[in-house]
């Protein structure tokens, strides 16, 4: 082994003998340099000091793994693979002999272990975030699934994983027992935060088997901690008074630590204004908290990251305080900081050995049979829990998927000189192999959409008469309550005509891992999501004093889903299914106020109706409304626009329900096209059936309108947008309906349909509500034009 002083930070290097060097360096050292084009002569050139040679590491790293990224996004990988992949590219440039020279000049002798401590606060906070957002009392309301398959899926490769090891000799036994142990009790483990980081990145965790994965894993990983520090506490501590001691103090960091923080946690809510952000003192009090448990938990013998874990543990989850912890943390942590952990992590695999000898055959059967033995102990529980065989397969696969948590292990234990080079490397490399198999996998097994295929007649024409009308209302904000509720009312719940209203209200998950659905009507006071109730006493009030306002004639549930923005349709479609509504209604993105000016657009909301249009299990109306309210004791004028197709006949059923009441006034416009004679042959069959009965109600109007265009249907609804309070139109037409011709070019909202966006046109400038009915889809067919 030989380097000079100018491949290092060092100022001077002597070589005494073959294995012994003398190193110089300046103290303080060179954290900074005086700049390229500076005086030299205090020797603080740029490659020369901490400082840049730090940044020019982090701007090569970040770079190559932003390539990596784009290489591997069309194959879907873990979003950690790539950083992996960076370690591997830099790994392999020490080795080329045109890039050793600036691989030595870029990495130097003594800054990888500057740029590994330094990041690995990436990880300390990665672990402490994905404590906050653990619902710790989620454990209590765990179902006996999650637990069957967590425990047996924990206990049977721990026990059975040694088998291997019978058919080797004793002595390797004893050269590579502790790597051997370490690969058998590391690969036996479940981190609830690399499954939640997978089901996120499938975006299946808001499903039924991301739940049930994410409870199984959560009960795992307590039960995996517990394992890990009995283990860490017996393998540095023969002696038994020394363990008992060490144990104890194992005991006093799990249980004190959140019996201390959690109610000054709590304090610190209980002392935060509703609707104000918590005080920023606090926050960096908490930061500041995390470094001194993780120096705490070092003085026991245990791992940085364990006091910081439990400390996050310790946070309630969601908001005020989760959320502002989370938000403040995330980016420095996970998206800068992390990365770099990953990649510096992987610098230190020696991929140079023998991969057929002996011990890495041994430590990768002992690997291999671990995985097998989990899958089947996590396989076997999940069938018994009468799961289909592909979920349960899928929910095995889960259980034993590796990440950044292992890395992080893997780095921890190679530092502290429990594993050597040869099988840090293996490890390292079995994390990828293992989190590419079950990604894909998991993908090619569950698609989480399929519970909807095949759900037939689920819409209010196939309803027999007088039947009841079961509705499930979406809630995001606090106007659409109101206008969701003149909607109600216009539908007119009678004794004879029964409205059954499952009223949802979305609340965007921030703060936690889980999502939470809660129904009001069963909710306990002593419920964990207590803290969350006053986001919903507006919903569950307002429909309250409609059911109150209606008697015998409407029968109101409330539900609250915490969900991520991008899932929330699972809880709208999973509901609606469960519920077997007839219809789901919508609120509009976009909100106006009473100038006519568009006061807010969320395009999270409006991503939300698109994928609930594509996947419901029932009809769907999108509501806009620009009215400010609708009251109730007045008459309305009520306008259907009728075209033709099975969306319009879907409106047209749901028109028939408003009329009923006296208050409403309806008038029915059949554009129809002069001398076409489909038109006709649809005019003829529509009149012996829905349409006839509408056109002979005592308080509806019935006119046909003969256009013969786009142009022509613009100019009829600009006419009579100004005369009617409420419209309710179909969605989808037929492509070339002569009526829409040219229309559809100019769309642009496509979940509106062509009729209902040039209603909603700001051109019209009316106050007119719009409510826009799509019949139930076959999900044979595509809704591929949602794109926006």
């Not at 995985?371 to 102990?377: E, L, P, Q, R, Y």
């Not at 077997?580 to 568009?598: C, E, N, T």
Request: proline share 4%; with cysteine; hydrophobic share 45%.
């Amino acid at each position: 082994m030989e380097f000079n002083a100018d491949k290092t930070l060092l100022d001077l290097v002597t070589q005494f003998n073959e294995t012994l060097y003398q190193l110089c360096f300046a103290a303080p050292p060179k954290t900074v340099s005086d700049g390229i084009w500076s005086n030299q002569k205090k020797g603080r050139t740029p490659m020369k000091s901490f400082f840049p040679v730090f940044e020019l590491q982090v701007l090569v790293i970040f770079v190559i793994t932003q390539i990596c990224r784009t290489l591997i996004k069309p194959l879907r990988l873990p979003l950690f693979i790539s950083q992996m992949m960076a370690g591997l590219i830099l790994v392999g440039s020490f080795e080329l002999a045109p890039l050793e020279s600036y691989m030595t000049t870029l990495f130097p002798f003594g800054t990888h272990d500057i740029i590994s401590t330094i990041s690995s606060i990436g990880l300390v906070l990665f672990i402490f975030i994905n404590g906050v957002q653990m619902d710790f009392n989620m454990i209590k309301r765990t179902g006996h699934k999650a637990w069957v398959i967590s425990t047996i899926g924990l206990i049977a490769p721990l026990l059975l994983g040694l088998a291997p090891l019978a058919f080797f000799p004793g002595k390797l036994e004893k050269e590579h027992e502790m790597d051997i142990y370490v690969s058998l009790v590391s690969h036996s483990l479940t981190s609830f935060a690399v499954v939640a980081s997978l089901l996120t990145e499938l975006k299946i965790q808001n499903s039924e088997l991301g739940r049930l994965a994410l409870s199984s894993a959560l009960v795992s990983d307590i039960l995996s901690i517990i394992v890990a520090m009995i283990a860490v506490v017996v393998v540095k501590t023969p002696n038994g008074s020394v363990m008992a001691r060490e144990l104890f103090l194992s005991f006093s960091l799990v249980v004190l630590i959140p019996l201390i923080f959690r109610p000054v946690m709590f304090w610190i809510i209980k002392n935060t204004p509703e609707g104000r952000p918590v005080n920023e003192g606090y926050i960096y009090m908490i930061i500041a908290m995390v470094f001194v448990m993780g120096v705490f938990s070092v003085k026991i013998n245990h791992e940085f990251i364990s006091g910081a874990f439990i400390l996050g543990l310790s946070v309630p989850e969601g908001p005020p305080l989760g959320s502002a912890l989370v938000k403040k943390l995330k980016f420095f942590g996970n998206t800068f900081l992390l990365p770099i952990f990953v990649t510096t992590a992987m610098l230190r695999a020696d991929l140079k050995m023998d991969y057929l000898s002996t011990t890495n055959l041994v430590i990768g059967l002992v690997v291999f049979v671990t995985h097998v033995v989990k899958i089947i102990s996590c396989f076997i529980p999940a069938l018994f829990c009468q799961m289909p065989v592909n979920d349960a397969l899928t929910v095995a696969l889960i259980m034993n998927t590796k990440g950044i948590v292992e890395v992080g292990l893997f780095f921890a234990l190679h530092d502290n000189g429990l594993i050597g080079n040869k099988t840090y490397a293996l490890m390292m490399i079995s994390v990828m192999v293992i989190a590419t198999i079950v990604q894909l996998s998991v993908k090619f097994l569950y698609d989480p959409s399929r519970k909807y295929a095949g759900y037939q007649k689920r819409n209010i024409i196939s309803l027999k008469p007088n039947s009841e009308l079961r509705i499930l209302v979406t809630i995001h904000k606090p106007n659409h309550i109101s206008t969701s509720i003149n909607f109600l009312d216009v539908c007119h719940p009678t004794t004879e005509h029964p409205i059954i209203v499952d009223a949802l209200h979305l609340i965007e998950l921030v703060g936690r891992s889980l999502p939470i659905f809660t129904s009001h009507g069963l909710q306990r006071q002593s419920s964990s999501t207590g803290s969350h109730r006053s986001y919903s006493d507006n919903v569950i009030l307002a429909f309250d004093i409609f059911q109150h306002d209606n008697p015998n004639a409407t029968s109101v549930s409330t539900y609250t889903a915490i969900s991520p923005p991008s899932l929330m349709y699972e809880n709208v479609c999973t509901l609606a299914l469960d519920k077997l509504a007839s219809m789901i209604l919508l609120p509009f993105h976009q909100r106006w106020s009473s100038d006519g000016k568009i006061e807010s657009d969320d395009k999270n909301l409006r991503a939300l109706n698109c994928k609930v249009l594509e996947t419901a299990p029932c009809t769907v109306g999108i509501l806009v409304c620009r009215a400010s309210h609708l009251r109730k004791d007045s008459c309305t004028k009520l306008a259907m626009i009728y075209l033709g197709g099975t969306d319009d006949q879907e409106a047209l059923c749901l028109a028939k329900r408003a009329i009923v009441n006296p208050n409403i006034s309806m008038v029915v416009y059949h554009l129809v096209v002069k001398h076409h004679v489909a038109e006709l042959e649809d005019l003829m069959v529509m009149e012996e059936d829905v349409l006839q009965e509408v056109k002979h109600a005592h308080n509806v109007v019935y006119k046909e309108v003969f256009v013969k265009d786009g142009s022509d249907t613009t100019s009829f609804l600009r006419d009579i947008v100004n005369e009617h309070e409420f419209f309710i139109v179909g969605r989808r037409h037929e492509i070339n309906a002569p009526q829409t011709m040219g229309l559809t070019d100019w769309s642009e909202f496509s979940e509106l349909g062509v009729i209902a966006d040039v209603l909603s046109s700001s051109d019209f400038k009316s106050d007119a509500s719009i409510l826009v009915v799509q019949q139930q889809l076959s999900h044979k067919k595509s809704t591929k034009g949602l794109i926006f």
